[in-house]
Structure formats: structure tokens, C-alpha cells
Antibody, heavy 112, light 112 residues
């Protein structure tokens, strides 16, 4: 069955970096555009970034543009999110999803 | 950015009664290819989001047929013909026509 397992979350100080991973299985990963969506505690969903199925195109929310980088390794069915210059407002559960399927999310807390 | 406005934000419904959620976009969601990339998601308490509809009215597998999606241009509606207890949660619309993608604020459905 479809599985999306995010990892790499944790507590990090403002200004530092973190790299999230998402291991996909149960579907043809290389045929789907993949998204990162986040949800701050008690808040709604916020779209973060997308990467095309072959990795050639990506787009970002204004709130993360220039700080976050989305990438993928189709040979390993894995999606990544490199998060730099983290801010307190980046604190959220981060989900990876081709939108049809969603992972359980990984919590990122930015705090000193 | 395209602003997605949902109403109501809170929706108390009696079991077995219908429910309707409106989603309005600040720009037309008709893409150059003629498709309208409007999605609906359900997030039950403590769970990850789940997509219900894509391209306005295309139901995802496993979604009960008491759910329906409709609309065009800038006005969209999610309807539940007879609300059941398992429908409790927050519902989000999301546009995938214009970059960056954007979500509505969410509509919290509860049982009256």
C-alpha cells in the first residue's frame, strides 16, 4: 500500500538549517509531482513547495523562497526539503504529498 | 497570490442533514489548458489531510458519494448530502492553477 514517511524534524535554533526527507513506496514515485505542505500548531494548511516529477521544475511559497530548497531522488523514491535560515514562524508539521496521498508529517520546532 | 476564501469557517450540522461549504478565489482558476485545478481536502481530528476531489468534481477513490464538488471560475462548493459522524473535521479548498498554490482558511464541521 502507499506509504509516505517523513523524517528529519526536530528542535532547531533560529538561523540554523534542517533537512527533511520523505521516503515513498507503493506508487510510481517518478510519475508524480511532489509537494511539501506545512501546518503550524492549531492552524490551517500552508502550501510550501512543489517539484516536478523529473525534478526539472520547482516552485515555492513566498514565505520560504530563497531559504528552502526542494529536491528529489527518483532512484531512491525520496523527496527532500532543505530548510535554511529557519525562523520561529517555520515551526510546523511538515507533510510530503503528491496530494492524492499524504504522509503523517514531521514536526519542526524553531526555538532558542 | 490567489486568495482562497471559505465560508462558513464553522459549520455545526445535525446528523443526517446536508452541509455545504463555499470556496471563492480572487482570480479565475481556469488554467490555459482549459482545466480548473481546484482541490478539496478533509482533515479529521488528529489525522493527516486526505484529498476528496481534484479538478473541482473528480472524486478520489474511497470517497463516499454523499460528497460532491461543483463550481467554475471563481466559485466552488463542497456538499455533503447527509452528514455522518465520521465527517467531523476541517475541510480545505486549494487552488493549483496559479503559483504559488494556496489553501483556503479551512471550515470546521462539527455535529450539532
Amino acid at each position: 500500500q502507499v506509504q509516505l514517511v517523513e523524517s528529519g524534524g526536530g528542535v532547531v535554533q533560529p538561523g540554523r538549517s534542517l533537512r527533511l526527507s520523505c521516503a515513498a513506496s507503493g506508487f510510481t514515485f517518478s510519475t508524480y509531482a511532489m509537494h511539501w505542505v506545512r501546518q503550524a500548531p492549531g492552524k490551517g494548511l500552508e502550501w510550501v513547495a512543489v517539484i516536478s516529477n523529473d525534478g526539472s521544475h520547482n516552485y515555492y511559497a513566498d514565505s520560504v523562497k530563497g531559504r528552502f530548497i526542494i529536491s528529489r531522488d527518483n532512484s531512491k523514491n525520496t523527496l527532500f526539503l532543505q530548510m535554511n535560515s529557519l525562523r520561529a514562524e517555520d515551526t510546523a508539521v511538515y507533510y510530503c504529498a503528491p496530494l492524492k496521498y499524504w504522509g503523517q508529517g514531521t514536526l519542526v520546532t524553531v526555538s532558542s | 497570490d490567489v486568495v482562497m476564501t471559505q465560508s462558513p469557517l464553522s459549520l455545526p450540522v445535525t446528523l443526517g442533514q446536508p452541509a455545504s461549504i463555499s470556496c471563492r478565489s480572487s482570480q479565475s482558476l481556469v488554467y490555459t489548458d482549459g482545466n480548473t485545478y481546484l482541490n478539496w481536502f478533509q482533515q479529521r481530528p488528529g489525522q493527516s489531510p486526505r484529498r476528496l476531489f481534484y479538478k473541482v468534481s473528480n472524486r478520489d477513490s474511497g470517497v463516499p458519494d454523499r460528497f460532491s464538488g461543483s463550481g467554475a471560475g471563481t466559485d466552488f462548493t463542497l456538499k455533503i448530502s447527509r452528514v455522518e459522524a465520521e465527517d467531523v473535521g476541517v475541510y480545505y479548498c486549494m487552488q493549483g492553477t496559479h503559483w504559488p498554490y494556496t489553501f483556503g482558511q479551512g471550515t470546521k464541521l462539527e455535529i450539532k
